[in-house]
């Protein structure tokens, strides 16, 4: 498995997981946002993919060859304020729960510890999506904090998470279990 910048040639298979209104990511990343506005969202990206070049700030996740999914990051304002805020998604269902979404993550804070002036890294996420807490807190990140009964995910409401590691905390790739 690796990172990578985005070809060409993976345009069909993004395009297909993005734009599939029954994709199951579709409940587990967001969820809490309106399907409508997800959607056109999505759509719209799809297609600026074709017509930019790869971003610095995105990577396909590659599995001999075929895309799996993505990991993105964003810097939180003001820029060079050192806040970056990473996000992770696989498209399948059957390749969730196997260690693959570990060993991205693990890869892209490394990269971005990397390629950054990172202090501090974020993942955004919602008390329901056990497997992004699990996966992140295993990495070292730390619960942030919780906005209680923030999110309301099919009518149920549920805590907006936020988890933190810091530059300093990170042990490097080779450091890790
Ligand atoms: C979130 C995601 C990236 C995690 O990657 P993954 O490959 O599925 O996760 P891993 O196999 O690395 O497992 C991560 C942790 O979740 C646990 N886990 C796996 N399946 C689980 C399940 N069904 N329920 C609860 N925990 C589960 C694992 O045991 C592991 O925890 P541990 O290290 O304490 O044992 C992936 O599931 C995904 O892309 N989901 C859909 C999109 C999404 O939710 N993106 C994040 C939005 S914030």
Not at 18 to 36: C, I, Q, V
Not at 135 to 159: I, K, Q, S, T, Y
């Amino acid at each position: 498995m690796s990172l990578r910048g985005r070809r060409p040639r993976d345009l069909p298979v993004l395009t297909r997981w993005l734009t599939d209104p029954d994709a199951a990511w579709r409940a587990w990343d967001a969820p809490y946002l309106p399907e409508w506005d997800t959607t056109a969202n999505l759509q719209r990206y799809a297609q600026a993919l074709a017509s930019s070049p790869p971003n610095p700030n995105e990577r396909v996740i590659d599995v001999g060859g075929v895309v799996v999914g993505m990991v993105n990051r964003a810097e939180e304002d003001p820029a060079d304020g050192g806040w970056w805020d990473l996000g992770i998604l696989i498209y399948d269902p059957a390749h969730w729960g196997r260690g693959l979404g570990s060993r991205a993550l693990a890869l892209w804070v490394q990269a971005t510890l990397d390629e950054t002036d990172a202090h501090v890294l974020t993942f955004s996420t919602w008390g329901g999506n056990d497997r992004m807490i699990r996966a992140a807190l295993r990495l070292g990140f730390r619960e942030a904090g919780r906005v209680r009964e923030a999110r309301v995910v099919r009518g149920e409401r549920l805590d907006a998470v936020r988890l933190d590691l810091l530059r300093r905390e990170w042990p490097g790739l080779d450091g890790r279990a």
